[in-house]
């Protein structure tokens, strides 16, 4: 009896065993403790990764930032920072210097996690530089204060670009741009004239627009309507985190911000957790399946393959799960039953 159905093999370059240098940005909240599980599961599976930390990374550290970009890939957990006051997001000031331009979230459903709706299967790819985060906010005369929404065309047409060649390289059937251009004409039309643009070169896909506020609703009443989404930053993210919890929750689904000389892999959800910081109970799937993403993104697409099927095994059987998806188990527990369920 065959062990397993036969595929064609995976066929590397000479020298694609190579050790990959790998930057690790822990950050903080319980990013830590998720990054940890994450490294335990790779160096368990011996990929070919060499790891460096930037531990309290400073985004405004320019020498830093260099060595960060001479690795071209990393694992990150989410940088705090005062919310209401202070200096802009550092989070938002590494995307830009790194120019990963295109944020990508993956939600789908898991076997063995007990949602409302089941057989989800969304991505969301969100421009990460411009829009409401441009970072452009004044006091124009006391207690009034303006911030300006900045959409180019370049930004917008080299994120239609990416959503497009996206769906196409994931065999995917639609693209929905999610837009406000009804109310704001000038700034959100520029995005959906840039994006009408790229969809008349990929005739096989399916081409769709809708408003931010029906988008919202729809996602949460019939999300399967959904396919690939490309949207603004501000819309991007509410709705990136929207189809996360239905796919059960911010310690679930995976994420990459991409551009064409860096990617920083993180969860699609950018949660600090402070509630849970510490207490060794935090749900690190996001990260994991993240760093599955990487190591597809690298050329070592049977350590993905060999890492995800760990997790949904862990997850099918439903005997060690951390508690936001219905069990009781630790962090190092659960990440120790996934090294377990990961096949040689």
């Given at each position: 009896?065959?062990?397993?159905?036969?595929?064609?093999?995976?066929?590397?370059?000479?020298?694609?065993?190579?050790i990959r240098k790998i930057a690790v940005i822990p950050g903080d909240g319980i990013g830590?403790?998720?990054?940890?599980?994450?490294?335990?599961?790779?160096?368990?599976?011996?990929?070919?990764?060499?790891?460096?930390?930037?531990?309290?990374?400073?985004?405004?550290?320019?020498?830093?930032?260099?060595?960060?970009?001479?690795?071209?890939?990393?694992?990150?957990?989410?940088?705090?920072?005062?919310?209401?006051?202070?200096?802009?997001?550092?989070?938002?000031?590494?995307?830009?210097?790194?120019?990963?331009?295109?944020?990508?979230?993956?939600?789908?459903?898991?076997?063995?996690?007990?949602?409302?709706?089941?057989?989800?299967?969304?991505?969301?790819?969100?421009?990460?530089?411009?829009?409401?985060?441009?970072?452009?906010?004044?006091?124009?005369?006391?207690?009034?204060?303006?911030?300006?929404?900045?959409?180019?065309?370049?930004?917008?047409?080299?994120?239609?670009?990416?959503?497009?060649?996206?769906?196409?390289?994931?065999?995917?059937?639609?693209?929905?741009?999610?837009?406000?251009?009804?109310?704001?004409?000038?700034?959100?039309?520029?995005?959906?004239?840039?994006?009408?643009?790229?969809?008349?070169?990929?005739?096989?896909?399916?081409?769709?627009?809708?408003?931010?506020?029906?988008?919202?609703?729809?996602?949460?009443?019939?999300?399967?309507?959904?396919?690939?989404?490309?949207?603004?930053?501000?819309?991007?993210?509410?709705?990136?985190?929207?189809?996360?919890?239905?796919?059960?929750?911010?310690?679930?689904?995976?994420?990459?911000?991409?551009?064409?000389?860096?990617?920083?892999f993180e969860p699609g959800t950018r949660h600090l957790a402070r509630d849970i910081m510490?207490?060794?109970?935090?749900?690190?799937?996001?990260?994991?399946?993240?760093?599955?993403?990487?190591?597809?993104?690298?050329?070592?697409?049977?350590?993905?393959?060999?890492?995800?099927?760990?997790?949904?095994?862990?997850?099918?059987?439903?005997?060690?799960?951390?508690?936001?998806?219905?069990?009781?188990?630790?962090?190092?527990?659960?990440?120790?039953?996934?090294?377990?369920?990961?096949?040689?």
């Open positions: 009896m065959l062990r397993r159905l036969f595929s064609t093999c995976y066929a590397p370059k000479p020298g694609d065993s190579a830590p403790e998720i990054i940890s599980s994450t490294l335990d599961i790779l160096k368990h599976v011996h990929a070919p990764l060499k790891f460096q930390e930037f531990t309290n990374l400073n985004v405004d550290d320019q020498e830093k930032i260099l060595e960060l970009k001479s690795y071209k890939c990393a694992l990150k957990g989410t940088i705090s920072h005062l919310v209401g006051e202070g200096p802009g997001s550092p989070n938002l000031r590494l995307r830009k210097l790194l120019n990963v331009y295109a944020d990508v979230v993956h939600a789908f459903s898991i076997p063995g996690i007990k949602t409302r709706h089941q057989n989800l299967d969304v991505m969301v790819i969100r421009e990460n530089t411009e829009g409401e985060y441009s970072g452009l906010e004044h006091e124009v005369y006391p207690g009034v204060i303006e911030s300006i929404k900045v959409i180019t065309r370049a930004g917008s047409l080299r994120i239609a670009e990416y959503a497009f060649e996206v769906a196409y390289l994931n065999n995917r059937k639609r693209v929905t741009a999610v837009h406000k251009a009804n109310i704001m004409k000038k700034v959100d039309g520029e995005f959906l004239k840039a994006v009408r643009e790229v969809a008349i070169k990929y005739p096989s896909i399916e081409y769709k627009e809708m408003i931010v506020d029906n988008a919202s609703m729809q996602m949460t009443s019939n999300p399967w309507q959904f396919d690939v989404m490309v949207l603004p930053n501000l819309y991007g993210s509410i709705l990136a985190n929207i189809v996360s919890s239905l796919a059960g929750g911010p310690g679930i689904s995976p994420g990459v911000n991409i551009g064409p000389e860096f990617a920083l510490g207490k060794g109970i935090a749900n690190p799937t996001a990260m994991i399946l993240s760093s599955a993403m990487m190591l597809r993104h690298i050329n070592l697409p049977h350590f993905a393959e060999r890492i995800q099927e760990g997790v949904f095994k862990t997850i099918r059987e439903g005997k060690v799960l951390t508690k936001d998806i219905g069990g009781n188990a630790s962090t190092y527990e659960y990440t120790k039953e996934i090294i377990k369920n990961i096949s040689h």
